[in-house]
């Protein structure tokens, strides 16, 4: 990713059940196979031995089971140079307003 790169965050109303989080970064090209295997354990965008940046590839994977768990759901598109990952949670708390661990399984 660029160094001098910003982060965006909107947040906005899906419908009356859920608020839409969307999360934009400047990134270089993704292939469109990387991006669908971001999610998986251990992935990382810079999988080079000699990578100069930090991080397990534990991140998204831990935020999908998080927003499973609250029964919203997450997905990630590259467009335009930019990383966006987009995740929907419910905006109603109730007694069934998470799901059982063991649905989380990968």
Do not use: C
Not at 35 to 42: A, G, N, Q, S, V
Not at 69 to 74: A, D, L, V, Y
């Amino acid at each position: 990713y660029p160094k001098d790169s910003k982060i965006k965050i909107n947040v906005s109303k899906e419908n009356e059940d859920y608020a839409k989080f969307l999360f934009i970064n400047k990134s270089n090209y993704i292939e469109e196979k990387k991006l669908h295997t971001l999610f998986d354990k251990f992935t990382r965008l810079d999988d080079d031995l000699t990578r100069t940046t930090g991080g397990t590839g534990l991140g998204l994977y831990i935020t999908r089971a998080l927003v499973k768990i609250m029964k919203g759901n997450i997905w990630i598109e590259y467009k335009n140079n930019e990383f966006q990952i987009f995740f929907t949670l419910p905006t109603k708390v109730g007694q069934d307003s998470f799901a059982p661990l063991q649905t989380l399984t990968t």
